[in-house]
């Protein structure tokens, strides 16, 4: 990451998680899914950042974290092409891709203002039919709803 | 959350459908029994359907059960600001058997996850009324004596309309074959010809209530004012998916015409009289698949 015109741009680490290729317009969503706003350890974040796969990207880089695919996952439904990287010693020793999972717990709102779920204190849960076009579907109302009209919690 | 609730049309498996209904045919060959004796059987109508809440309780005491339970959520405790998780545990307390009605779509399968005793969908807002399919089945079975292979024709408001959605998910274990014919406006949403296309079912649609001489079955829904953005548009069609007795004419001699009722218009009264004239009948088995359901949920068939 050491560019020699424009200097550091996002500094390494030794140990822990680098969550990259985030759309920008998603990464401070990602931030508030995994909680990251609660954690006390070190954590760079960078924005809008020139990338040759998309653009231009978003990068988080969490310092002694390792976080469990069930929760990473969270992040499938906004930003599904992002990247994950363990990083031990400064070396990357694991790379992941994001996987939706099969529910989602409580993390998005159901865009049916008759659900229950928008009227009485109920956790939303919702069933992913659809992996491709992450098209998800609300355990409550049974209404589907696709990623564009998907609304974070 | 207690296993034997039926919230979903969905909920139930062919296998489960076909056993429901072979025990709906024994109510109705004997409907008063002491089955529910010692039973109490809460009906909780968080909004008025007074036809439904007959329908349950008549089932409920022709089988010797109790009925508690309120008809209007202006009256209870929901009113002054009760959760409905509350209310339903509060009556888990008092009763063997839970059916709910209520106006939010999902508020039954929230009922049925807070309660631990089961929980019987009566309605919730535009979701499911599972009920209700369970007795178009058992009319359905019972006029023509098959489910299988049946050539299916759905009329009016197949967009928002709760029963014909429910209808076709529980008619596609049993290949038929559909027609939908509704005004532009009110047609059968993609997702459920997606479903048909994926599980090969044969399906057209149709503007016009006009050939009708293959169905074996006529099922008629309300096409009500309120669903349309420009009136004039329900001014054009309204007349257009009416039942007329001579309409009749050339169908099917075993043809059945079915509607989840109340009616409005759409079916003239002149076809009232038409031995193919089903309706009323079908409001009749709602009683014996609701005691099947009931006995079902309890665990006493
Ligand atoms: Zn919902």
Redesign the pocket.
Known sequence: MLDKKKGLVVVAIENGTVIDQIPPDKLFKVVSILNLDTLDCQITVGNNLKSNKIGTKGIIKITGKYFEPSVINKIALIAPNAKLNIIKDYQVIEKRNIDIPDEINNIIR???PK????NEPVE?LFHVIDKENVKVK??????SISQESIIMK | MNKRSFVSITDYSKEKMLKILDYAAEFEANPNRDTLANKVVATLFFEPSTRTKLSFETAINRLGGKVIGFSDASTTSSSKGESLKDTIVMVSNYADLIVIRHPL??AARYASEVADIPVINAGDGSNQHPTQTMLDLYSIKKTQGTLENLNIVMVGDLKYGRTVHSLLMAMSHFNPSFTFIAPDELKMPDEYKQFCYEKGIKYHEESELKDISNADILYMTRVQKERFQDIIEYEKVKNIYTLRNKMLDNTKPTMRVLHPLPRVNEIDTDVDANEKAYYFKQAKNGVFARQAIICDALGLI
């Open positions: 159901c865009a049916n659900c229950i779920t928008n939303t609300c355990h409550y109302c049974e209404r | 779509d999902g």
